[in-house]
């Protein structure tokens, strides 16, 4: 899958949710491998944010990235919208210290991407693929996320809030193309007992009831709900009824949870990679939202490269039997089993090394290990089947070593070890030559790296 882009900038309006200011954000498209970045073009230099983990500064109501003292706070729905249509690229321009809260959701930013369109890129994308139960527990708020194995991104959000009004619920996005219908509508959502101290510490003063769901689920005096009416800037009102206090219906009995739902997609996001993993939250905050994402960032920062995704129960693309009409090596130097993924691009070979391989009687004898020059020759083999797979009689031609660069090897390689080879292009071919880069992997690990170029000749 190719990185994608805006089609076109886009551009909305309205008031800061926390400001009050009146604000316009553009959404531009960005070159390959940008990710997603803010530009504050009020503040003098135009300073950029990186849309990621570790540049976040405050989750207080929200999502707040900072950098050198420059911040842009409540980026969560706007991102989340981006995430969920496969956007990898953007750059954000505002002129204000938040994005505008416009309805409270994510549609407004849904219905503008769908307007202008997405372009594909020359870059694949890079997916953090979770091979591993992920777990992170905050002991203070009672809260958690986990995160499991799966073959695409997918959120389950259980929120608890003890309210006669709000009580317990459940929200789970199976697929993000479900994300405009299920999850990109439903508003951000406020206590009527929260806001007089939110507003005290300086927030949520562009609040209203076309940008928020308001609960009422404990009785105050009317003389209290006059003067939160007065902080707020609204009409006075008489409640009479626990329950919601906005003039417009809940879209979904749900819609906070939700809302939630979103937030975490928004949060989760700043990983600064596509994910495939199936998140579980439970109780979840922009706080430890945060919390679970600089956990993932930190492995992702900390991953050069993942080993391919590997199930022996699955069929191979191209078996031994295909190889060898690929190939003309054969024993004892015929050195990959089968080929697990190809494309243009790319492919994913297999090695099961046993102790019967020829090598071992000499290398060595009392502690046998597969040469470091086999390892490159069997990514070379790999390599020769991603570039002949294509032509149209491959076995009248063969691949040669021209130059071999930057080999290393970080781990032996022994009997019982399962060897993954990835190879892929590091630039077009040209000339009947390729530039390839290879990696072998035991496990997580890599066991030995090298780039080499062959030559694509036609045999004799």
Not at 54 to 75: A, I, M, P, Q
Not at 110 to 121: A, N, P, S, Y
Not at 410 to 427: A, D, E, W, Y
Request: net charge negative; hydrophobic share 40%.
């Amino acid at each position: 899958m190719k990185q994608l882009t805006l089609q076109a900038p886009f551009t909305l309006s309205g008031k800061g949710l926390h400001s009050g200011m009146e604000i316009t954000a553009t959404f531009n498209p960005a070159p390959d491998n940008h990710g997603y970045r803010f530009r504050r073009i009020d503040v003098e230099g135009c300073p950029e944010i990186e849309a990621l983990a570790e540049n976040v500064v405050d989750t207080t109501r929200g999502t707040v990235l900072g950098k050198n003292g420059v911040k842009v706070s409540t980026v969560e729905h706007a991102i989340a919208a981006l995430y969920a249509a496969g956007i990898d690229n953007c750059l954000i321009e505002v002129n204000g210290p938040e994005l505008p809260i416009l309805d409270g959701s994510a549609i407004q930013y849904v219905e503008k991407i769908d307007e202008v369109g997405v372009v594909e890129q020359k870059e694949d994308k890079d997916f953090y693929i979770i091979k591993e139960k992920m777990r992170f527990k905050d002991d203070q708020s009672g809260s958690v996320v986990t995160i499991y194995p799966d073959d695409h991104f997918s959120v389950e959000v259980m929120v608890e809030y003890n309210s006669k009004v709000l009580p317990n619920q459940f929200a789970m996005l199976d697929d993000l193309s479900e994300f405009s219908q299920e999850v990109a509508s439903a508003r951000t959502f406020v206590f009527v007992r929260e806001i007089e101290a939110l507003l005290q510490h300086g927030l949520i003063k562009g609040g209203d009831l076309d940008n928020a769901i308001v609960i009422y689920d404990e009785q105050v005096s009317q003389e209290s709900i006059d003067h939160i009416c007065d902080l707020v800037g609204v009409d006075h009102m008489s409640l009479d009824r626990l329950g919601y206090i906005n003039p417009t219906p809940l879209k979904w009995d749900n819609e906070p949870a939700r809302h939630k739902l979103m937030d975490v997609i928004g949060d989760i996001a700043l990983i600064g990679r596509p994910l495939k993993g199936r998140v579980v939250a439970v109780r979840p905050g922009h706080t430890v939202n945060n919390k679970f994402t600089r956990m993932i960032r930190k492995e992702v920062r900390h991953t050069e490269i993942q080993s391919p995704y590997y199930n022996p129960n699955i069929e191979p693309v191209i078996d031994v039997n295909g190889i060898r009409k690929l190939l003309p090596h054969r024993y004892p130097f015929l050195l990959i089993d089968k080929v697990i993924e190809i494309d243009r691009k790319h492919c994913v070979a297999v090695k099961n090394v046993t102790v019967n391989e020829p090598f071992f009687q000499g290398h060595f004898p009392q502690e046998p290990v597969m040469p470091g020059v086999l390892q490159v020759e069997a990514m070379a083999q790999a390599a020769g089947v991603l570039v002949l797979n294509y032509l149209e009689d491959p076995e009248k031609y063969s691949t040669y070593f021209l130059k071999i660069d930057n080999v290393k090897f970080r781990q032996k390689v022994v009997p019982g070890n399962t060897l993954l080879m990835n190879v892929s292009l590091m630039t077009e071919i040209r000339r009947g030559c390729a530039v390839v880069k290879g990696y072998a992997f035991v496990g997580e690990r890599i066991v030995c790296e090298a780039e080499f170029m062959a030559q694509i000749i036609k045999n004799k």
